[in-house]
């Protein structure tokens, strides 16, 4: 049986709703069931000028190509490329309501589109992500990690002020965050004994100690430790020459302290075929890599290919986990 995946719009003025619609307008190893306004979904319909059919959960489809939604209309019509804080807590309600839907076994997992955070935050809602939103919904620990075809990065801290980011680099967090990566490379991604790269923080891994102290007071004794445990650990490594194509091809996932140390280099190798997975969950979380491209929202030229790439990964994820 096909997996059923909740598909989330996210913010309704940026590009994510025109790139659900040009995801309905194709067949998928997978049964979609949108999150979202109606509404909005029709609107961007009209704006590609490409047909648009929709059905309640239980309905009998119009057509083959006919998407499933849960409706959750928001209160306030947002034009393109203007994201209205009133809004907020519907486009939080589409997330949330999505995830319970994959705690309850009701579907499978979740696929979302762009959410802007500042629109949250300005809507009153304290929000640094998706990914921290259905972590602490589900009562998890997570990590972030992106992957396209060159290169698999997750990371340390996400969503933090660079100022803040040395603090948060402890053993605990270190030890639990490569826990969790391990762990999903080998269960989900069905790599036997991953290779993890570990950046350092500090320029040149911190030059033993005279450019900064995490890589020695830190990051060096969890990955010795967690060496003893059999996990194969290598780094810490400067972060300037860590993503060498022939390095890279060494590791099957690269852990980076912050969010602009790895990301920057995976969106640089293939922005388009990137998509960003939350580790951790109990059900496969996959989103776009991209953000709400307010600049091109209702114009008809967003790329819809992280969406699809993350359609076909968190059906794939769906499928091996129906599997074990
Ligand atoms: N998955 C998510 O929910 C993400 C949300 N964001 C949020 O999105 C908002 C805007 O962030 P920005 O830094 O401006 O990043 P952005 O990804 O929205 O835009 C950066 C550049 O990439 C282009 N771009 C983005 N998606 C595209 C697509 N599908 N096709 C063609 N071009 C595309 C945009 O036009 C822009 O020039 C912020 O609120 C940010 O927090 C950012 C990244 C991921
Ligand atoms: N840089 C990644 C991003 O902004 C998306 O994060 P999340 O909303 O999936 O947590």
């Known amino acids: 049986m096909r997996p059923r995946l909740a598909l989330v719009p996210g913010e309704p003025a940026g590009v994510g709703p025109e790139l659900m619609v040009r995801a309905a307008q194709q067949d998928w190893d997978a049964r979609l069931v949108v999150?979202?306004?109606?509404?909005?979904?029709?609107?961007?319909?009209?704006?590609?000028?490409?047909?648009?059919?929709?059905?309640?959960?239980?309905?009998?489809?119009?057509?083959?190509?006919?998407?499933?939604?849960?409706?959750?209309?928001?209160?306030?019509?947002?034009?393109?490329?203007?994201?209205?804080?009133?809004?907020?807590?519907?486009?939080?309600?589409?997330?949330?309501?999505?995830?319970?839907a994959c705690l309850d076994g009701t579907l499978d997992g979740m696929v979302t589109?762009?959410?802007?955070?500042?629109?949250?935050?300005?809507?009153?809602?304290?929000?640094?992500?998706?990914?921290?939103?259905?972590?602490?919904?589900?009562?998890?620990?997570?990590?972030?990690?992106?992957?396209?075809?060159?290169?698999?990065?997750?990371?340390?801290t996400v969503h933090l002020p660079l100022r803040e980011v040395a603090d948060r680099i402890v053993p605990d967090a270190l030890e639990r965050t490569?826990?969790?990566?391990?762990?999903?490379?080998?269960?989900?991604?069905?790599?036997?004994?991953?290779?993890?790269?570990?950046?350092?923080?500090?320029?040149?891994?911190?030059?033993?100690?005279?450019?900064?102290s995490e890589e020695l007071d830190v990051i060096i004794p969890t990955l010795e430790r967690l060496r003893l445990d059999g996990m194969q650990l290598i780094g810490p490594l400067p972060a300037d020459t860590a993503f060498l194509p022939e390095k890279l091809r060494g590791f099957d996932a690269v852990l980076a302290m912050y969010h602009?140390?790895?990301?920057?280099?995976?969106?640089?190798?293939?922005?388009?075929?990137?998509?960003?997975?939350?580790?951790?969950?109990?059900?496969?979380?996959?989103?776009?890599?991209?953000?709400?491209?307010?600049?091109?929202?209702?114009?008809?030229?967003?790329?819809p290919s992280s969406l699809f790439a993350a359609i076909r990964c968190c059906t794939q994820l769906a499928d091996g986990r129906k599997r074990v």
Do not use: W
Not at 64 to 86: C, K, M, T, W, Y
Not at 139 to 147: W, Y
């Open 260 to 303: 602009d140390q790895g990301l920057p280099v995976l969106k640089h190798a293939d922005f388009a075929h990137a998509v960003n997975i939350t580790l951790g969950l109990p059900y496969p979380r996959v989103a776009v890599d991209h953000g709400t491209a307010l600049d091109l929202a209702g114009k008809g030229v967003a790329d």
């Open 35 to 100: 999150f979202g306004d109606a509404a909005v979904l029709h609107r961007a319909a009209a704006a590609l000028s490409l047909p648009l059919e929709l059905h309640r959960a239980g309905e009998t489809p119009a057509s083959a190509r006919s998407l499933e939604i849960v409706d959750i209309p928001h209160p306030v019509q947002a034009a393109f490329g203007a994201p209205e804080p009133a809004n907020a807590a519907s486009v939080v309600a589409a997330l949330t309501g999505a995830a319970q």
């Open 178 to 212: 490569l826990r969790i990566v391990y762990d999903a490379l080998r269960k989900q991604f069905g790599i036997a004994d991953p290779a993890i790269a570990v950046l350092g923080l500090n320029p040149h891994a911190g030059e033993d100690g005279h450019l900064g």
């Open 113 to 156: 589109g762009p959410v802007h955070k500042a629109a949250i935050n300005d809507g009153g809602i304290p929000y640094t992500g998706t990914t921290g939103l259905l972590a602490a919904h589900a009562g998890c620990e997570v990590v972030m990690m992106l992957a396209n075809p060159a290169m698999r990065v997750a990371l340390q």
